[in-house]
């Protein structure tokens, strides 16, 4: 048996915004497994924003991803041979070996997907780490409670959506913002009370007039994903005892050089302000009870999610750029 | 009966650095008192650096000064006359009518010092607002556990130099900075691990280099006083889950236009910190428990403290101005 799996490799680290020639496209083969391996065929990759961290060989909270390697991310596929004794054929499982087509396992890191009525990709969006970082950046960093205000940046996309919609359903008055009309409109039809666009903004002081307008009664909690113009504008509009949860700021992913920090940070001693960066694998022992609620809310037609959908492996390098392009609405999947 | 009592009013707003013509001498008549009210005579007198901040009116935690009218601030006095049931002449009180000689009160906001073998001045200080600040903002906020690396800015301050000692006791390792050689050698004196001389570096890079060297196992908590290149150079340093807790920007105080902040506002997300502003007064509950550690740690000669003192009211406002300069090692006060 010999399988042809191809996959992407970083070929050169990108200085600034990533671009194609970052990527190199690569064919391992696979053939005879050891006892205790399994065989994966992804089925669907995930691209997400943080992969621009690993793209860097900058310290960080993941390893840098190495020049020359397969690269990492979450992905769902099917087990088509095992020597494992807990992975039978047929299984499907989430795994961090994406970037590729197959993967060869010795089932580490490797989960079978719980039994419920979620579609499988799911797993990598509403159901897997970008839902779980929602619900955790609000509910424990966040600390929300019941009848809050809450400003949600990046507020259409994987984990923003989310975001607004638990939020909405913990009874809080939600505020978003989005990049496009069509972002602006979906947001609105799930509830969320305002949304503004901030491509109609040149700078923090605009984008703090236009959300001030949608909160006469400040901001209680702020769930940043953005950083930069939103970050200066969420601080000064954060009531006293305000909360941010910083999930992202992609906002300076791809700057090559610094860029100078918002002017406004005594707001966090004048309003006694609490700003926690949090990363969702220090969080896993809420996985279960998420999954079950979000379960249950999704048959209720209590949340919706988009996926904003690729097909092919090599349509993988395109896609993760596109996340920094604004090009998603929801989550940015590959199908293979 | 008739007491002239002087007293200092704000007579104009600060643009930038606050001067002596921002302040006004006045003389108050106090003549007779009515049923439920007493006279205080002070007899020493706080400034401090928050009280920049009620200088502006701008929105803060504590309503602004109001012009024309003689300032406020903590003060310790003594009963000279009572009309009030639970005072009595020769009572020391501490009140927050400072900036002036004498003061008529009904009693609220007046508390008899508890009796310690602390000296009367100390409850302006170690044993006041200032030592409650040091003790809620690292083990409260900042949550600093045994054996933890701590950096101190302004750590010669009133609060600062507690902020050392306290940690020191607690078993961390601390590393200081202060603005002159003779602060440099106090901090040390009273065991501090490693103290720099901030006004040796010229930037928040070469800061930062100065104070790696003496953090070989990188940060853990910051304990900030002063913002700036303070703040940029502490973000680098702190460790993964590192905390800080933000007593104050007393770089930002003066500033009569915003300043970028800091450009690694990123470390927030990558190292998962949490950053906290705090104010003393929503802490007050700890204060009883506090005053007695801290008599306790007094008696046994652990705690050390210094005092800059001013004499007379006329130098209130050039003590105050000293703040912003340096001028102060330990709690700066004006004995009466």
Not at 58 to 79: C, D, K, N, W
Not at 163 to 187: D, P, Y
Not at 205 to 221: I, M, Q, S, T, Y
Request: charged share 20%; aromatic share 8%.
């Amino acid at each position: 048996m010999n399988i042809q799996s191809k996959g992407y490799a970083l070929k050169q680290r990108p200085a600034g915004t990533p671009t194609l020639d970052c990527f190199e496209l690569k064919t391992e083969i696979i053939s005879e497994i050891n006892d205790g391996q399994i065989i994966i065929k992804n089925l669907w990759l995930s691209v997400d924003p943080y992969m621009r961290g690993r793209m860097s060989d900058a310290e960080s909270y993941v390893p840098p991803f190495q020049l020359g390697e397969i690269m990492q991310g979450s992905a769902i596929g099917e087990v088509i041979e095992s020597k494992h004794p807990e992975f039978n054929v047929g299984d499907k499982v989430n795994s961090m070996l994406g970037w590729r087509e197959y993967a060869v396992s010795n089932g580490e890191m490797v989960q079978k997907l719980p039994e419920t009525s979620l579609p499988e990709q799911s797993f990598l969006g509403v159901a897997g780490m970008p839902g779980l970082t929602a619900w955790v950046g609000l509910n424990i960093i966040a600390e929300l409670k019941e009848g809050e205000t809450v400003l949600v940046s990046a507020a259409s996309g994987a984990v923003g959506s989310l975001v607004c919609q638990f939020a909405k359903l913990k009874g809080c008055r939600v505020i978003g913002n989005a990049g496009s009309t069509e972002k602006v409109e979906w947001l609105k039809s799930l509830g969320v009370d305002a949304v503004i666009n901030y491509k109609d903004y040149r700078n923090a002081a605009e984008l703090e007039a236009a959300l001030a307008e949608h909160c006469p009664n400040g901001v209680d909690v702020c769930y940043e994903n953005v950083g930069g113009d939103h970050l200066e504008a969420a601080l000064n509009l954060l009531n006293r005892y305000g909360r941010m949860a910083v999930c992202g700021m992609i906002d300076l992913y791809n700057l090559a050089d610094a860029k100078a920090g918002p002017n406004n940070l005594a707001n966090i001693v004048k309003k006694s302000l609490k700003i926690q960066g949090f990363i969702v694998s220090d969080h896993w022992e809420h996985y279960p009870n998420y999954v079950a609620q979000l379960s249950q809310w999704a048959a209720e037609g209590k949340v919706h999610w988009k996926e904003t959908t690729r097909h092919g492996i090599e349509s993988t390098p395109e896609a993760f750029l596109g996340l920094f392009k604004g090009e998603n609405i929801g989550k940015m999947l590959i199908q293979l």
